[in-house]
């Protein structure tokens, strides 16, 4: 069935139920029926399955193609809380079993009906701690495996507020999936409020980011709102998303009359609103209704489509190439910038800052914080890194992303060595965080674990060129490197899009000959790479290159590698934006001696004694016209100088002044 309900939909919209709970309130069952468990309508699955297979019944009339089981609020974690968790099995497995009887009473070979088992939310959301995400993962695995054992059609994950609870719920689903050797559609739909932000602060596009690694057959929303301010959203799933749009509204926004919640739409109204959604959005395929609705609003939904097809106007699928993304609790975005690169700020890495160190040695978590927040303004995503010999690494990580995670709108990268290091941070991170990352220094013993921990929690992953001989210095060993890791990723069940190849940045400003040439060797194995693996991304820890120099010559030897770098096709650098100088502000002779020693190359002497010797007479950072106050600048002034630095700050608030 699982490959009929996906081959329907690239023909046409397949039309949902309504909502549950309206409906059972509607039947009004004998308080006795609930057997004092007021606040669970699963039970009824026990008590009066004759309830809930009429309300599937009714449904199925009025020409849905797909009925939801009972079992919203059936998890453990939910049942538990009406002591009802002993009963998880009995109610779940009957929910289905009163589904499928239902379905199998309106269903024939050209016109097929489903079940989907649905997986609901529970009043605990761990991103605000109140369960972990262990604990809630496998309340929904468990949940979810009784679902596909006794033969749903699919998997539906609704009414997600919580970026840690829906990706628990889906890597609980794909693990019952495992478990239970069956593969089924996954489907995943979030609630987003009137104010456009699901409930902690998360916008639509950022749910996706989140989730869209669980290898989902459809995304969408469903209950809070009505169809129309569910537009917006769905212009952006139909813009974005790589996958076909779910939409559920309610019946309109819920108005409380005389103590009770009371829906506005007509059916007529909602299947109008929802007539046109359709036809503007024609990636929605899965299209019902949340509260308020009831087979009369699903009739009249199910005669418009009909109409629709019969005309033949459903318009073919139409995706726009998925560009990889990362996300915060927040927002995401894309890997694939434009101008690149990518830019993590290294300001805190416990390693890379000084001022960062000193503020961890005195467990100022808070003061480290602000530095995250600062640095998070001209950054796309932050480096986060605690490890300090002698010093409790999971503890610290625990104490400092906790108070980054709320606070901080841009993504994390996760810096660690440590699996259980990663492992900790990544189960308190709701958005999509990138990990930090995984060699071969032993084998890939410790890269197979890493692994895991990426496809649990749909991470993206950094590759460093590193194997049992140690650091790959030359550009033919980094890529040969770089394919054994992707070989090890792509068994892991990661994708091309799911990993960052870090081909290593080493120091020119040692004195080791040996590596003289180790910029010239990384921005050849960037070429190489990209040429023999064109779906690959590269990331380089910039900085690194110039270890050893003085503070004034690394600013403008990390500053021309860094172009350098990108015109090689680097697409992400590791570095601390504010001591990155635009080209335009570089004093040429400067640039020279910088390209030089970048690219060993020997005019009179040697590079590096060159620039050592010059920056020693020379003991500025750059010989940089003097700035003139911004004060003094007109607004056209301001915005040419905004562009000749490469500084995006303030840009909209110039632009809307022009």
């Given at each position: 069935?699982?490959n009929?309900?996906l081959?329907?939909?690239?023909?046409?919209?397949?039309?949902?139920?309504?909502?549950?709970?309206?409906?059972?309130?509607?039947?009004?069952?004998?308080p006795?029926?609930?057997k004092?468990h007021?606040?669970?309508?699963?039970?009824?699955?026990?008590t009066?399955?004759?309830i809930?297979e009429s309300?599937?019944?009714e449904?199925f009339?009025?020409?849905?193609?797909?009925?939801?089981?009972n079992?919203?609020?059936?998890?453990?974690?939910?049942?538990?809380?009406?002591?009802?968790?002993?009963?998880?099995?009995?109610?779940?497995q009957?929910?289905v079993?009163?589904?499928?009887r239902?379905?199998?009473?309106?269903?024939?070979?050209?016109?097929l009906?489903?079940?989907?088992?649905?997986?609901?939310?529970?009043?605990?959301?761990p991103?605000?701690?109140?369960i972990?995400f262990?604990?809630?993962?496998?309340?929904y695995?468990?949940?979810?495996?009784?679902l596909?054992?006794?033969g749903?059609?699919g998997?539906?994950?609704?009414?997600?507020?919580?970026?840690?609870?829906?990706?628990?719920?889906a890597?609980?689903?794909?693990?019952?999936?495992?478990?239970?050797?069956i593969?089924?559609p996954?489907?995943?739909s979030?609630?987003?409020?009137?104010?456009?932000?699901?409930l902690?602060?998360?916008?639509?596009?950022?749910?996706?980011?989140?989730?869209?690694?669980?290898?989902?057959?459809?995304?969408?929303?469903n209950?809070?709102?009505?169809s129309?301010?569910?537009?917006?959203?769905l212009?952006?799933?139909?813009?974005?998303?790589?996958?076909?749009i779910?939409?559920?509204?309610?019946?309109?926004?819920?108005?409380n009359?005389?103590?009770?919640l009371?829906?506005?739409?007509?059916?007529?109204?909602?299947v109008?609103e929802i007539?046109?959604l359709?036809?503007?959005?024609?990636?929605?395929?899965?299209?019902?209704?949340?509260?308020?609705?009831?087979?009369?609003?699903?009739k009249?939904l199910?005669?418009?489509?009909?109409?629709?097809k019969?005309?033949?106007?459903f318009?073919?699928?139409k995706?726009?190439k998925?560009?990889?993304r990362?996300?915060?609790l927040?927002?995401?975005?894309?890997?694939?910038?434009?101008p690149?690169?990518?830019?993590?700020a290294?300001?805190?890495?416990?390693?890379g800052?000084?001022?960062?160190?000193?503020?961890?040695?005195?467990?100022?978590?808070?003061?480290?914080?602000m530095?995250?927040k600062k640095?998070?303004?001209g950054?796309?995503?932050?480096d986060?890194?605690?490890?300090y010999a002698?010093?409790?690494?999971?503890r610290?990580?625990?104490?400092?992303?906790?108070?980054v995670?709320?606070?901080?709108?841009?993504?994390?990268m996760?810096?660690?060595?440590?699996?259980k290091?990663?492992?900790?941070?990544?189960?308190?991170?709701p958005?999509?965080?990138i990990?930090?990352?995984?060699?071969?220094?032993d084998?890939g013993?410790?890269?197979?674990?890493?692994l895991k921990?990426?496809?649990?929690?749909?991470?993206?992953v950094v590759?460093?060129?590193?194997d049992?001989d140690g650091?790959a210095?030359?550009?033919?060993?980094k890529?040969?490197i770089?394919?054994?890791?992707?070989?090890?990723?792509?068994?892991?069940?990661?994708?091309?899009?799911?990993?960052?190849?870090?081909?290593?940045?080493?120091?020119?400003?040692?004195?080791?000959?040996?590596?003289?040439?180790?910029?010239?060797?990384?921005?050849?194995a960037v070429?190489?790479?990209?040429?023999?693996?064109?779906?690959?991304?590269?990331?380089?820890?910039?900085?690194?290159?110039?270890?050893?120099?003085?503070?004034a010559?690394?600013?403008?030897?990390?500053?021309?590698?860094?172009s350098?770098?990108?015109?090689?096709?680097v697409?992400?650098?590791?570095?601390?934006p504010?001591?990155?100088?635009?080209p335009s502000?570089?004093?040429?002779q400067e640039?020279?001696?910088?390209e030089?020693l970048?690219?060993?190359?020997?005019?009179?002497?040697?590079?590096?004694?060159?620039?050592?010797?010059?920056f020693?007479k020379?003991?500025?950072?750059?010989?940089?016209?003097?700035?003139i106050s911004?004060?003094?600048?007109?607004?056209e002034?301001?915005?040419?100088?905004?562009?000749m630095?490469?500084?995006k700050t303030?840009?909209s608030?110039?632009?809307?002044?022009i």
């Amino acid at each position: 069935m699982k490959n009929h309900l996906l081959s329907i939909l690239k023909e046409r919209p397949l039309i949902l139920d309504g909502a549950m709970g309206t409906m059972i309130q509607g039947k009004k069952p004998n308080p006795l029926d609930y057997k004092g468990h007021l606040n669970s309508s699963a039970i009824l699955n026990l008590t009066r399955p004759d309830i809930i297979e009429s309300i599937h019944d009714e449904y199925f009339q009025s020409g849905s193609d797909i009925v939801f089981t009972n079992t919203f609020t059936a998890s453990p974690v939910a049942l538990t809380e009406d002591n009802l968790d002993k009963e998880m099995m009995a109610i779940n497995q009957t929910a289905v079993t009163i589904a499928m009887r239902s379905a199998a009473k309106y269903s024939s070979e050209g016109n097929l009906k489903f079940v989907l088992g649905e997986l609901g939310p529970t009043s605990k959301l761990p991103t605000l701690g109140h369960i972990s995400f262990d604990e809630l993962m496998a309340s929904y695995m468990q949940q979810a495996e009784v679902l596909i054992k006794a033969g749903v059609d699919g998997i539906v994950i609704v009414t997600c507020q919580d970026m840690l609870q829906i990706k628990a719920a889906a890597a609980g689903a794909r693990e019952a999936m495992v478990n239970s050797g069956i593969e089924l559609p996954l489907i995943v739909s979030v609630t987003i409020e009137a104010n456009g932000k699901t409930l902690l602060g998360s916008d639509i596009i950022a749910m996706l980011t989140a989730v869209e690694p669980y290898n989902l057959s459809l995304f969408g929303m469903n209950c809070a709102t009505g169809s129309m301010v569910m537009r917006e959203h769905l212009r952006q799933l139909q813009l974005y998303s790589p996958v076909p749009i779910f939409c559920k509204p309610n019946a309109g926004i819920p108005q409380n009359i005389d103590g009770k919640l009371r829906y506005s739409m007509t059916p007529q109204i909602f299947v109008e609103e929802i007539a046109s959604l359709i036809k503007e959005f024609p990636n929605i395929r899965m299209i019902g209704g949340c509260c308020g609705t009831s087979p009369e609003y699903i009739k009249a939904l199910a005669l418009q489509t009909s109409k629709i097809k019969d005309k033949q106007e459903f318009e073919p699928l139409k995706f726009s190439k998925w560009k990889p993304r990362v996300s915060s609790l927040f927002s995401s975005i894309t890997l694939d910038q434009e101008p690149r690169p990518f830019v993590v700020a290294e300001q805190t890495n416990a390693n890379g800052s000084k001022k960062f160190k000193e503020l961890l040695e005195k467990n100022d978590y808070d003061a480290m914080a602000m530095v995250a927040k600062k640095a998070s303004q001209g950054a796309h995503a932050l480096d986060l890194c605690v490890a300090y010999a002698g010093r409790d690494e999971s503890r610290d990580m625990t104490e400092f992303a906790d108070r980054v995670l709320k606070n901080v709108d841009i993504p994390l990268m996760i810096d660690s060595t440590n699996p259980k290091v990663v492992e900790r941070a990544l189960s308190i991170a709701p958005g999509r965080c990138i990990i930090n990352s995984i060699n071969l220094e032993d084998g890939g013993v410790k890269a197979a674990t890493i692994l895991k921990l990426a496809k649990k929690f749909g991470a993206v992953v950094v590759c460093l060129t590193i194997d049992e001989d140690g650091m790959a210095k030359t550009s033919v060993k980094k890529v040969e490197i770089a394919k054994k890791l992707r070989k090890i990723c792509l068994d892991a069940g990661l994708r091309d899009h799911d990993m960052l190849y870090d081909l290593l940045t080493m120091t020119v400003a040692s004195g080791d000959k040996e590596l003289y040439d180790s910029a010239v060797q990384t921005l050849e194995a960037v070429k190489m790479l990209k040429k023999e693996m064109s779906e690959s991304r590269v990331l380089l820890g910039v900085s690194n290159i110039s270890y050893g120099l003085t503070v004034a010559a690394r600013k403008v030897v990390t500053s021309v590698f860094l172009s350098k770098a990108t015109h090689a096709g680097v697409d992400a650098a590791i570095i601390n934006p504010i001591k990155i100088l635009p080209p335009s502000k570089i004093v040429e002779q400067e640039r020279l001696l910088a390209e030089r020693l970048l690219d060993n190359t020997e005019v009179s002497g040697s590079p590096l004694a060159d620039i050592l010797s010059y920056f020693e007479k020379n003991k500025t950072v750059s010989k940089i016209e003097k700035n003139i106050s911004q004060d003094d600048l007109t607004l056209e002034q301001k915005l040419h100088q905004k562009i000749m630095d490469g500084d995006k700050t303030e840009l909209s608030s110039i632009l809307s002044e022009i």
